[in-house]
């Protein structure tokens, strides 16, 4: 349930001011944007720019140095418990373990959030067919592609049927049948649950295809917030996604792709970048 008093109108997610220090280096500087509930947002920009932080501190799992940010009403810094009951989150690390089958890394999720018992296999058997991994349960996830993984952790993330779901480079290191695979998935957890969703990526052809809002982020502050098509179009009628972002930030993105083990070594470089 959401905060009693809070309208389902209001925006899901409030940022006021977000910032983030370590040390003398400012990771993310007043950070400050609204995510209307059942909408894809995206944040943009290359590693180290910080979105991963960003996310890390919209998710509880770091205390911003100043500003402040509601989740579904809560606040993540006084209310980090109830945000978490509202959250989902997919890290860029790898979060399956290899050595075991898709369904016994749901049922370890499944007891960390602490599913009844009695809801864990229908939970587990509906996560498992929504990301079209059925047919997958009792094989191991180190035999799995890189598309396949990143749906499981989707899975994971979905099993408590959070209405916020945060999602950090989703499809980094996937080829591309692959990540229109995760896309599709995206759009009917959006489409069937009401899912609001936060995801990071410096894939501009994902966010065009995705993201109902995008921002771009460039050393960690906010320089430009949007729908896509508004913004490709200030740019002229021919603009895509990257000329945008060169235009606020001086610099390009690039992509990547891999399978499992490439996956796992990515998603870790991405991490100590960020």
């Known amino acids: 349930m959401d905060k009693p008093g809070v309208s389902q109108t209001a925006p899901i997610?409030?940022?006021?001011?977000?910032?983030?220090?370590?040390?003398?280096i400012t990771a993310v500087d007043r950070l400050s944007f609204d995510v209307a509930r059942g909408a894809i947002f995206g944040l943009l920009g290359t590693n180290g720019a910080g979105k991963s932080t960003t996310i890390k501190m919209l998710t509880t799992l770091l205390p911003p140095t100043s500003g402040s940010a509601r989740i579904a009403g809560f606040d993540i810094a006084?209310?980090?418990?109830?945000?978490?009951?509202h959250i989902g989150y997919?890290?860029?690390?790898?979060?399956?373990?290899?050595?075991?089958?898709?369904?016994?890394?749901?049922?370890?999720?499944?007891?960390?959030y602490g599913i009844p018992k009695s809801l864990r296999s229908e939970r587990i058997a509906g996560a498992l067919e929504f990301m079209e991994l059925g047919d997958q349960a009792d094989r191991l996830v180190g035999q799995y592609s890189g598309g396949m993984i990143r749906r499981l952790e989707i899975a994971q993330a979905m099993l408590h049927h959070p209405e916020m779901l945060f999602l950090d480079e989703p499809t980094v290191g996937l080829d591309p049948a692959a990540k229109m695979a995760v896309w599709e998935r995206i759009r009917v957890l959006r489409q069937e649950y009401g899912t609001t969703v936060l995801m990071t990526t410096h894939d501009m052809n994902e966010a065009d295809q995705l993201c109902d809002f995008v921002a771009f982020m460039h050393m960690g502050r906010l320089v430009a917030m949007g729908r896509?098509?508004?913004?490709?179009?200030?740019l002229g009628p021919d603009a895509d996604l990257d000329e945008v972002f060169i235009h606020y930030t001086g610099t390009s993105i690039a992509s990547e792709r891999g399978d499992y083990q490439d996956v796992r070594r990515t998603r870790r470089t991405a991490q100590r970048l960020e």
């Open 13 to 24: 997610v409030e940022v006021q001011s977000l910032t983030r220090r370590f040390g003398g």
């Open 78 to 85: 006084d209310e980090p418990q109830e945000v978490r009951r």
């Open 90 to 112: 997919v890290a860029q690390m790898l979060s399956a373990d290899g050595e075991l089958t898709g369904y016994e890394n749901l049922l370890i999720s499944a007891k960390l």
């Open 228 to 234: 896509p098509a508004e913004l490709k179009r200030q």
